[in-house]
């Protein structure tokens, strides 16, 4: 098992391309995540992009978005150490909780601390996120964590 000591940075307009190939090989939304690039957080290699993670602000509550890990890079915490810096960021700028929706992952969270929640739990300022906003069917569990 490969360990990568290398240190996450905010994403620009420039990393896009390379934000959007990896959500979309880890199955992942990419629906307005654009919108929200400079607040993703990436980490990579000389062979390109391992891991990044992105949050959408909606006064103090964060919405989780696009949380991967490049196939080769998995099970090295990578997915910790990209959630981690993103608490570390939003907690300053006062986000007092972080929401998430996963359809295949909330095992893995729930490790992380977070529970499940149900949609009217959510603020209704969230619920302009284009992650939440499609048919009840497509959004998987809800989570959410206090910081």
């Known amino acids: ?33 654009r919108e929200h690039i400079t607040h993703f957080i990436m ?25 991967a890990v490049a196939q080769r890079a998995r099970s090295a915490g990578l997915g910790e150490l990209l959630l981690s810096a993103i608490v570390a960021d939003v907690r300053l700028q006062g986000v007092a909780s972080i929401v998430l929706q996963t359809k295949t992952a909330s095992g893995y969270f729930a490790r992380l601390g977070f529970a499940p929640i149900n949609l009217s739990d959510l603020p209704p300022a969230v619920m302009r996120s284009q992650e939440l906003n499609r048919p009840p069917a497509d959004v998987g569990t809800l989570m959410q964590i206090a910081l």
């Open 1 to 33: 098992m490969k360990e990568y000591v290398m240190r996450p940075r905010y994403a620009t307009e420039k990393d896009w391309p390379e934000v959007e190939a990896l959500l979309r090989a880890s199955s992942l939304c990419v629906e307005g995540v």
């Open 43 to 67: 980490v990579r290699d000389n062979a390109g992009l391992l891991g990044c993670a992105g949050v959408e602000r909606y006064g103090e509550t964060g919405l989780l978005r696009g949380l």
